[in-house]
T-cell receptor, first 113, second 114 residues
Framework: DGGITQSPKYLFRKEGQNVTLSCEQNLNHDAMYWYRQDPGQGLRLIYYSQIVNDFQKGDIAEGYSVSREKKESFPLTVTSAQKNPTAFYLC????????????FGPGTRLTVT | SQQGEEDPQALSIQEGENATMNCSYKTSINNLQWYRQNSGRGLVHLILIRSNEREKHSGRLRVTLDTSKKSSSLLITASRAADTASYFCATKQCKETSGSRLTFGEGTQLTVNP
């Protein structure tokens, strides 16, 4: 998990509330990613960013929003519009181009009741 | 079916045995990567194999890639209890519009019994 941090590790929210998950990296990577993982499943891409002030939707962007104001930071907001927000959220970063490995943070487990 | 499907979904072996996991994909790729995830943790990169490579080794890991069959295998030799984890393949598609993104499979849950 070195070089990329996510906070908090566990997060509990009431239904109808927006919540923001933090992701910071000190690897000087241009690209950053947010994934969602449900129990026993693979990773699904929510959003990714390849440069500051720009980001692209992944496969399941509905109900989520992101910003990339700094190279080091890529926060994810889970809005009240997300129907099933309870999941494990993983942030990753990499050099540009897709020919490099992605470095993952430790994840944030979000529970919405 | 998704790009990047692992087979089997779950594998249980005894310590010292070899473990083989397979990954199939659908579109042309630039490279294929394998990652490991311990329960409740982030993923850790294991190995990357480019589309023009057929085999790669790293310690007890051996990865093969067959682009004609659109498949890859990950072999872990002389397994240890500490190898117990989920293993995911991820592909970088050749599409120009895919940018830096990878597409992950559903994973194989490996259990190595002491």
């Amino acid at each position: 998990d070195g070089g990329i941090t996510q906070s908090p590790k566990y997060l509990f929210r009431k239904e109808g509330q927006n919540v923001t998950l933090s992701c910071e990296q000190n690897l000087n990577h241009d690209a950053m990613y947010w994934y969602r993982q449900d129990p026993g499943q693979g990773l699904r891409l929510i959003y990714y960013s390849q440069i500051v002030n720009d980001f692209q939707k992944g496969d399941i962007a509905e109900g989520y929003s992101v910003s990339r104001e700094k190279k080091e930071s890529f926060p994810l907001t889970v809005t009240s519009a997300q129907k099933n927000p309870t999941a494990f959220y993983l942030c990753a970063s990499s050099l540009l181009g897709g020919t490099y490995e992605q470095y993952f943070g430790p994840g944030t487990r979000l529970t919405v009741t | 079916s998704q790009q990047g499907e692992e087979d089997p979904q779950a594998l249980s072996i005894q310590e010292g045995e070899n473990a083989t996991m397979n990954c199939s994909y659908k579109t042309s790729i630039n490279n294929l990567q394998w990652y490991r995830q311990n329960s409740g943790r982030g993923l850790v990169h294991l190995i990357l194999i480019r589309s023009n490579e057929r085999e790669k080794h790293s310690g007890r890991l051996r990865v093969t890639l067959d682009t004609s069959k659109k498949s890859s295998s990950l072999l872990i030799t002389a397994s240890r209890a500490a190898d117990t984890a989920s293993y995911f393949c991820a592909t970088k598609q050749c599409k120009e519009t895919s940018g830096s993104r990878l597409t992950f499979g559903e994973g194989t849950q490996l259990t190595v019994n002491p």
